[in-house]
């Protein structure tokens, strides 16, 4: 099962559903699959094909302004930093973000190198803030910075991201959790 699904149906079983459930993908293959997967489990929703950075406004408009609400951000690339931004405007938004560590340590000098827009999408501004030196060193500044832009809107990250390895432990990606009130 895929998030949506493994989020749906945890809290279900906690006895506290989610009044609200949006999904959104690229994918409108994607997109069928899970709500077709989220009506069986009974979990009412909303769904939307496009990118999520043209999709999030329109999705903003329907979350619920006094609820507690908590967005999960699970891109196939780095999260672009506008989609933070804007759910950071809501009052009582948390946001789980995933963050492929994979890509980002693999691929770090190369987008820096490049002044990559995938990199800036992510964290503008540092392809010109971080200066080239040793990869754990400049892999551990651009993190840094991200999570001082995310800071900037007023979210707060923990000391440290949950790592999810893969059969061989190696690091695949992040979660990290950005709150009001971490």
Excluded at 38 to 60: C, F, M, P, R
Excluded at 93 to 113: A, C, P, T, W
Aim: aromatic letters at 8%.
């Amino acid at each position: 099962d895929g998030s949506p699904l493994i989020a749906a149906r945890t809290a279900r079983n906690k006895g506290n559903p989610f009044s609200h459930f949006f999904i959104n993908d690229e994918s409108e293959e994607f997109v069928k699959a899970c709500s077709t997967r989220l009506s069986k489990i009974g979990t009412k929703h909303q769904a939307s094909v496009g990118k999520a950075e043209e999709n999030v406004d329109a999705i903003i408009r329907l979350v619920p302004r006094r609820g507690i609400t908590i967005a999960f951000v699970d891109p196939f690339n780095l999260v672009p930093f506008t989609i933070i931004e804007k759910l950071a405007a809501l009052p009582r938004m948390d946001v789980v973000l995933h963050i492929s560590v994979q890509d980002l340590s693999r691929n770090v000098f190369r987008y820096i190198e490049e002044k990559s827009p995938k990199l800036e999408t992510f964290a503008p501004g540092v392809t010109e803030s971080v200066k080239l030196t040793t990869q754990p060193i400049v892999f551990q500044e651009v993190c840094d910075y991200w999570r001082a832009l995310v800071e900037s809107t007023g979210l707060k990250i923990g000391e440290r991201f949950k790592t999810i390895t893969g059969p061989s432990n190696a690091p695949l990606y992040w979660l990290a959790i950005a709150a009001r009130h971490p």
